[in-house]
């Protein structure tokens, strides 16, 4: 055969070939680097197995940790959902957005409150440049999937796309038809972790051909709980370990949440997206203490000691992030947000006051992080779940009025009320259970005189005026 009619039939086989092949095998363009924003609701330090749990079931995360640095210090920027998303989207602390809690800020018997809590802001300003936004104006495909909680609609800060996102800080139900006016029903009885993981591989596979920003806040395992009937009812014949296992749907949601996570990265492998995807992978805040223990650390959601704020945290980059390591080093979800931009080669807005710090020469080369004080402000009243059951400084508040701060291993915690103070040495106790400022004023005072400077800058506001209907006798019924 003529060496020019062999080269026609070559082309020709080429081109079928290019018509008939699975658009699934058929590799992306190469360009800017893709990012993957996953935030469960709830999820605590340890109910992960890679962080410890022998209990839940997560070995999608599990083999997910073994390709990424794992962060053992991660902390949420508040101890409960709404103004730890604030800060997540923002980049900033609560004291410049003004979302505290989930509203109201007087929560709790009046009659136990002896201050008047700061009120608080129930939306993420318009005004405030979300790190959605960057994106999306440097050419990114943007789409929030799940929990919003920070106003009506993603689409006004930021994002492309909206599915479920509303001001709702919880699902009505996990089961289709869900009563939720932006997502659509699915067939009876579809299970929302599920579908929110499809539409997450949908958005992929639409997307595959530009840099996409995909924002993944499932609602799981927030309240109600409600797990899939077939894997409650294997964990109901599980026995407890660690304090964990105390709730069957606790634990099948979590379980259906980590096989959504194996659906998404079997998507990305067989587009040959891994390689130029980042996945950040982390919750709100703590997990709920009543329901799982996050031993050895202290209390759960809504407290500020360390098992309400500190959560599981990964970054994972093929090719770029070394896997397989874990990283000591304090680190707050502040910190997402110019770590992106940083890892993108993306200028930072010129206005834009950022809380966090660039983490991208510690994810890919190692270098150390300098020392800095982590806050966290709460000028608040947020009640407590049940009676000795929340591992709080009382049975009556998960959080009273204060501020909180982290250095190196020193953690201090102040409270309004009372002005008093607790020193903590988390190298030597981790738990929170031996208050060190009688003992070391020195190291109090100086904690307390950078807390106090770092409030000023920030002009974080402190409760100081009474409570009128304030009763310091009054115990409410059934406590002592």
């Given at each position: 055969?003529?060496?020019?009619?062999?080269?026609?039939?070559?082309?020709?086989?080429?081109?079928?070939?290019?018509?008939?092949?699975?658009p699934a095998e058929t590799p992306a363009t190469s360009g800017p680097p893709n990012i993957i924003l996953v935030v469960v609701d709830?999820?605590?330090?340890?109910?992960?197995?890679?962080?410890?749990?022998?209990?839940?079931?997560?070995?999608?995360?599990?083999?997910?940790?073994?390709?990424?640095?794992?962060?053992?210090n991660g902390y949420?920027?508040?101890?409960?959902?709404?103004?730890?998303?604030?800060?997540?989207?923002?980049?900033?602390?609560?004291?410049?957005?003004?979302?505290?809690?989930?509203?109201p800020s007087d929560r709790g018997n009046k009659k136990t409150r002896k201050l008047i809590p700061t009120p608080n802001t129930k939306t993420l300003a318009d005004s405030?440049?979300?790190l959605a936004e960057v994106l999306q104006s440097n050419g990114y495909a943007t789409c929030s999937i799940g929990k919003w909680h920070v106003g009506d609609d993603p689409t006004t800060q930021g994002f492309d796309i909206n599915v479920g996102g509303t001001h709702a800080g919880h699902p009505k139900t996990y089961f289709s038809p869900y009563q939720n006016p932006n997502l659509k029903d699915g067939p009876e009885g579809e299970y929302l972790t599920e579908?929110?993981?499809?539409?997450?591989?949908?958005?992929?596979?639409?997307?595959?051909?530009?840099?996409?920003?995909?924002?993944?806040?499932?609602?799981?395992?927030h309240t109600p709980l409600q797990g899939k009937p077939g894997l409650v009812d294997k964990y109901e014949g599980k026995k407890m370990s660690g304090g964990q296992g105390r709730n069957p749907h606790y634990a099948a949601m979590i379980e259906t949440m980590d096989s959504g996570i194996g659906f998404i990265m079997r998507t990305l492998k067989s587009l040959q997206l891994e390689e130029n995807t980042i996945i950040i992978f982390t919750s709100d805040n703590g997990g709920i203490s009543y329901?799982?223990?996050?031993?050895?650390?202290?209390?759960?959601?809504?407290?500020?000691?360390?098992?309400?704020?500190?959560?599981?945290?990964?970054?994972?980059?093929?090719?770029?992030?070394?896997?397989?390591?874990?990283?000591?080093?304090?680190?707050?979800l502040m910190d997402v947000y110019p770590t992106v931009l940083d890892l993108l080669d993306l200028e930072k807005p010129a206005d834009k006051l950022l809380d966090g710090i660039s983490l991208k020469d510690h994810i890919l080369e190692g270098d150390a992080i300098a020392e800095?004080?982590?806050?966290?402000?709460?000028?608040?009243?947020?009640q407590a779940y049940r009676k000795g059951e929340d591992q709080s400084r009382d049975s009556l508040f998960r959080t009273r009025p204060g501020t909180v701060m982290r250095l190196g291993n020193w953690k201090l915690h102040e409270y309004?009320?009372?002005?008093?103070?607790?020193?903590?040495?988390?190298?030597?106790?981790?738990?929170?259970?031996?208050?060190?400022?009688?003992t070391n004023p020195e190291k109090a005072a100086e904690l307390h005189q950078m807390m106090q400077t770092w409030r000023e800058s920030t002009q974080a506001p402190v409760p100081t005026e009474l409570n009128p209907d304030y009763d310091a006798d009054f115990r409410p019924q059934g406590r002592r």
């Open positions: 055969m003529h060496r020019s009619t062999t080269g026609l039939l070559l082309l020709f086989c080429l081109l079928i070939f290019s018509q008939c092949a699975d709830d999820l605590g330090w340890r109910d992960v197995g890679f962080m410890g749990s022998t209990y839940y079931e997560t070995p999608h995360l599990d083999s997910l940790s073994q390709r990424s640095l794992v962060f053992t949420a920027g508040a101890a409960n959902c709404a103004p730890s998303r604030a800060c997540l989207l923002s980049g900033q602390n609560t004291p410049r957005h003004g979302i505290y809690t989930v509203s405030v440049l979300t579908r929110l993981s499809s539409e997450a591989v949908h958005f992929i596979r639409n997307h595959r051909e530009e840099p996409f920003f995909l924002y993944l806040p499932y609602f799981t395992i329901l799982s223990r996050q031993s050895p650390l202290r209390a759960g959601k809504g407290s500020y000691y360390e098992g309400g704020i500190r959560v599981p945290f990964m970054v994972t980059w093929p090719g770029r992030v070394e896997g397989g390591r874990k990283s000591d080093a304090p680190v707050t800095r004080p982590l806050y966290w402000h709460f000028p608040i009243y947020l309004f009320e009372d002005g008093a103070l607790e020193l903590y040495n988390l190298e030597d106790d981790l738990g929170e259970t031996n208050d060190l400022s009688a």
